[in-house]
T-cell receptor, first 114, second 114 residues
Framework: DTEVTQTPKHLVMGMTNKKSLKCEQH?????MYWYKQKAKKPPELMFV???????INESVPSRFSPECPNSSLLNLHLHALQPEDSALYLC?????????????FGPGTRLLVL | AQSVTQPDIHITVSEGASLELRCNYS??????LFWYVQSPGQGLQLLLK??????LVQGIKGFEAEFKRSQSSFNLRKPSVHWSDAAEYFC????????????FGQGTTLQVKP
């Protein structure tokens, strides 16, 4: 099973709201990722967790706050977002963070900020 | 700096025709190379990958790719395209270090004519 699940599929929020995106994998992977993807563009890496510790933060604004409660779960907490943050948010996981490891992607959460 | 180039932004082929999507990379060491496909509104699905060994790799859905070190290329091919192959295709390179970072090309949109 190479499935990464994400909830919700769609999310509409106002600029003053607080919401969370959730990601789950049961492949025993120890690396998990958040990406942001705009239409017709490649995914942009936001955060990398390795063994439940934040490994990379690609200078993401503090209104995005990641959390890795355990090795299977990854959350992205959203607060005071801007309309330009509207995008498809993808979660991925891999065995570890070695470059040879395949990243398996979830279906994404389509976020619209009004 | 490492980079991935997909020269063709948009390609249209007739159903049943052959397909080749180009990918060139710039990387000092032996790269870890991936091709992903993304249907509209979906996550990325791995088609195939190359790390070492046989330079012609087979993937899912009848796709194959050939690694050519002398040309720094990893082109994706399919002998006969089906209408369901219409999607966005991304070539990506993994770093040899333990960062988890993937460098994506800008993507190629494939349109299939009936």
């Amino acid at each position: 099973d190479t499935e990464v699940t994400q909830t919700p599929k769609h999310l509409v929020m106002g600029m003053t709201n607080k919401k969370s995106l959730k990601c789950e994998q049961h492949m025993g992977h120890r690396a998990m990722y958040w990406y942001k993807q705009k239409a017709k563009k490649p995914p942009e890496l936001m955060f990398v967790y390795s063994y439940e510790k934040l490994s990379i933060n690609e200078s993401v604004p503090s209104r995005f706050s990641p959390e890795c409660p355990n090795s299977s779960l990854l959350n992205l907490h959203l607060h005071a977002l801007q309309p330009e943050d509207s995008a498809l948010y993808l979660c991925a996981s891999s065995q570890d963070i070695a470059g040879r490891e395949t990243q398996y992607f979830g279906p994404g959460t389509r976020l619209l900020v009004l | 700096a490492q980079s991935v180039t997909q020269p063709d932004i948009h390609i249209t082929v007739s159903e049943g025709a052959s397909l080749e999507l180009r990918c060139n990379y710039s990387y000092g060491a032996t790269p870890y190379l991936f091709w992903y496909v993304q249907s509209p509104g979906q996550g990325l699905q791995l088609l195939l990958k190359y790390f070492s060994g046989d330079t012609l790799v087979q993937g899912i859905k009848g796709f194959e790719a050939e690694f050519k070190r002398s040309q720094s290329s990893f082109n994706l091919r399919k002998p006969s395209v089906h209408w369901s192959d219409a999607a966005e295709y991304f070539c990506a390179v993994g770093y040899s270090g333990n960062t988890g970072k993937l460098i994506f090309g800008q993507g190629t949109t494939l349109q299939v004519k009936p």
